[in-house]
């Protein structure tokens, strides 16, 4: 059995509305470009109470997802019915079935309970990113991008439009491409949801990451499960699409990887 850490809630908003367009548009399954990296979106058929969007696109019937560890949920109505029911075990009229029984009972919390929820959490503001000015921000920074890390965890996406005004057509800075890639063996842990391979993860927005501790006891529990208590040690998990990328962090100097990690932090 697969373990995972709660999701980090701020800026779903902005994440909600880039468009399958420009997410197909950062795909790139055969490795045309030949960087190694080779995206690809977690297709799925989609729950009987979402509808799609209008800028929806489909393939064999199915849509493309972004939310979740294995962007298993369409949207934020999705994720959060799925949060109530299976994380905790509590019914809705989106999502009638116990999850421990199998059987529909009465719904146990208000479709507007659940629609204020999801309001809540299309409108949590983004994380900024601090001390922008300084010199091993600078650095790091362009060091993420010539090391290859911001393949995937892509700087800069754009929102469509929106009635929530603040998120609507936006460019925002999250640090992803909502695609799924291969990580490796030693983050294959035998886990699938809709299309997605085992050893496949979508790409963790990296924004606010140097805020997590603060939620989390003052330290950090990352990848999918945890399992890294520091940055570094996270970056020397990844493999599959992403092991030329840590083999180009670890062959930079000691102050180098320095700049790298207060950039992240």
């Not at 367009?21 to 950062?26: A, C, F, N, Q, S």
């Not at 057509?169 to 842990?189: A, E, Q, R």
Request: glycine share 10%; hydrophobic share 35%; with cysteine.
């Amino acid at each position: 059995s697969s373990r995972f850490t709660p999701p980090a809630n701020t800026g779903l908003g902005f994440i909600e509305l880039v468009s399958d367009t420009d997410i197909l548009g950062m795909s790139d399954p055969n490795d045309l470009d030949g960087d190694g990296i080779s995206g690809v979106p977690n297709w799925i058929t989609l729950p009987s109470f979402i509808s799609p969007n209008i800028s929806s696109i489909s393939q064999n019937g199915k849509y493309i997802h972004r939310f979740g560890k294995k962007a298993a949920a369409f949207n934020l109505l999705h994720q959060t019915v799925n949060a109530y029911n299976q994380d905790i075990g509590i019914t809705s009229s989106f999502e009638p079935k116990d999850v421990y029984t199998g059987l529909e009972i009465d719904p146990e919390v208000s479709d507007l309970t659940i629609r204020n929820v999801v309001f809540y959490l299309q409108t949590l503001k983004e994380p900024l990113p601090r001390n922008t000015e300084n010199s091993d921000f600078i650095q790091g920074k362009n060091l993420f991008i010539n090391t290859g890390c911001e393949g995937c965890h892509k700087e800069s996406l754009m929102t469509g439009y929106s009635t929530i005004a603040p998120v609507s057509n936006k460019i925002f800075h999250p640090y992803t491409d909502l695609l799924l890639h291969d990580m490796g063996s030693v983050l294959d842990d035998g886990y699938t949801e809709g299309s997605a391979k085992t050893a496949e993860w979508r790409t963790p927005p990296l924004w606010g990451l140097g805020l997590s501790p603060k939620s989390q006891g003052g330290n950090y529990f990352l990848m999918h499960d945890g399992r890294a208590s520091s940055i570094e040690e996270a970056i020397q998990l990844h493999g599959g699409e992403a092991l030329s990328s840590k083999n180009k962090f670890n062959q930079l100097t000691a102050i180098e990887k320095k700049a790298i990690l207060f950039f992240l932090h």
